[in-house]
């Protein structure tokens, strides 16, 4: 072999390396950045979004509806998420639950994090101007929901609600994307989605009992004990299914919504009881498995039950 194909080959062996580490470094760090913002759980509320947008439209809505509507809500909570982050990098670094996610750790700057709140909120603010005047005009008010209620478990035990309404923001802005108008069915889908992230947030939050007390944070179970927590979070549950039966009375819709109801209630029933307050080892199949099911059996039931 000529010292020409030897050179040749050796350079391309050289590029072949650095296209593979730069591939594989993006990968990376694309990857944290989804598990810093934990983006799979999107599936929480986008169902809900969906929600209000097939109600709205009484089907299914454009394709470029769609389209937008699915881009507002998955920029829009990653900005929530992104800055949930960074403004309690401190307080998660100190929490053993907590401390090992990417920003404590420092497997990702606080910069990035910057930078990525940055495209996600251009992205959502693109997006409800894609989708009509009202979204456009009324986005500056969701952001301060979604900006602001990171703060209010710093002052308020009413934190929970304030979750649970920031998170039913996704359900009349669905409908607002197709109808640019508020309606009543629109505000109920809003309280149901309210009580619903209430409620299983209240949950959650009793493995932070001592930790919460420690930092000086307002939460339910940090003022009042794990045991009223979860007395309140069913009474959250059971709003949420009666605001559900209304949805369907007042949407008319089929049989098929209310099969999807009724296990919908079986599974929030499930959703307590498996967690006691002097047993929290199933609260994390509380909230991540049943709640994912739990919003698109919703979604799914209600589409069905304008058909049949």
């Given at each position: 072999?000529?010292?020409?194909?030897?050179?040749?080959?050796?350079n391309?062996?050289?590029?072949?390396?650095?296209?593979?580490?730069?591939?594989?470094?993006?990968?990376?760090?694309?990857?944290?950045?989804?598990?810093?913002?934990?983006?799979?759980?999107?599936?929480?509320?986008?169902?809900?979004?969906?929600?209000?947008m097939?109600?709205?439209?009484?089907?299914?809505?454009?394709?470029?509806q769609?389209?937008?509507?699915?881009?507002?809500?998955?920029?829009?909570?990653?900005?929530?998420?992104?800055?949930?982050?960074?403004?309690?990098?401190?307080?998660?670094?100190?929490?053993?639950?907590?401390?090992?996610?990417?920003?404590?750790?420092?497997?990702?700057?606080?910069?990035?994090?910057i930078?990525?709140?940055?495209?996600?909120?251009?992205?959502?603010?693109?997006?409800?101007?894609?989708?009509?005047?009202?979204?456009?005009?009324?986005?500056?008010?969701?952001?301060?929901?979604?900006?602001?209620?990171?703060?209010?478990?710093?002052?308020?035990?009413?934190?929970?609600?304030?979750?649970?309404?920031?998170?039913?923001?996704?359900?009349?802005?669905?409908w607002?994307?197709?109808?640019?108008?508020?309606?009543?069915?629109?505000?109920?889908?809003?309280?149901?989605?309210?009580?619903?992230?209430?409620g299983?947030?209240?949950?959650?939050?009793?493995?932070?009992?001592?930790?919460?007390?420690?930092?000086?944070?307002?939460?339910?179970?940090?003022?009042?004990?794990?045991?009223?927590?979860?007395?309140?979070?069913?009474?959250?549950?059971?709003?949420?299914?009666?605001?559900l039966?209304?949805?369907?009375?007042?949407?008319?819709?089929?049989?098929?919504?209310?099969?999807?109801?009724?296990?919908?209630?079986?599974?929030?029933?499930?959703?307590?009881?498996?967690?006691?307050?002097?047993?929290l080892?199933?609260?994390?199949?509380?909230?991540?498995?049943?709640?994912?099911?739990?919003?698109?059996?919703?979604?799914?039931?209600?589409?069905?039950?304008?058909?049949?």
């Amino acid at each position: 072999m000529s010292q020409t194909s030897q050179i040749c080959q050796k350079n391309s062996w050289h590029v072949w390396h650095l296209w593979h580490v730069w591939l594989f470094g993006t990968f990376g760090m694309f990857r944290i950045l989804l598990d810093n913002i934990r983006f799979e759980h999107t599936i929480f509320a986008l169902p809900f979004a969906y929600l209000g947008m097939v109600l709205a439209a009484r089907g299914l809505p454009t394709l470029e509806q769609f389209i937008w509507i699915t881009v507002a809500m998955a920029s829009a909570r990653t900005l929530a998420m992104s800055l949930n982050r960074l403004i309690d990098r401190e307080l998660d670094a100190r929490n053993p639950r907590t401390m090992h996610r990417p920003l404590p750790r420092g497997t990702i700057s606080a910069r990035a994090v910057i930078a990525i709140s940055i495209v996600a909120f251009a992205l959502f603010e693109f997006a409800a101007w894609q989708l009509n005047w009202l979204c456009f005009a009324l986005s500056p008010l969701a952001l301060i929901f979604l900006i602001g209620y990171h703060y209010t478990k710093r002052f308020t035990w009413l934190c929970h609600w304030v979750l649970g309404f920031t998170d039913g923001i996704a359900a009349v802005g669905g409908w607002i994307a197709v109808r640019a108008s508020f309606d009543p069915l629109a505000l109920l889908l809003w309280f149901a989605v309210t009580v619903w992230i209430a409620g299983f947030d209240l949950i959650y939050a009793c493995q932070d009992v001592e930790v919460d007390r420690r930092e000086g944070l307002q939460s339910v179970p940090a003022r009042f004990g794990i045991a009223t927590a979860l007395t309140l979070a069913r009474v959250c549950h059971a709003l949420t299914v009666i605001a559900l039966a209304v949805v369907g009375v007042v949407a008319q819709l089929g049989i098929a919504f209310w099969i999807g109801l009724v296990i919908v209630a079986l599974l929030l029933a499930y959703e307590n009881a498996i967690v006691k307050p002097n047993d929290l080892s199933r609260l994390n199949l509380a909230f991540f498995n049943v709640n994912g099911y739990i919003s698109v059996i919703v979604f799914v039931s209600a589409l069905l039950g304008m058909y049949f």
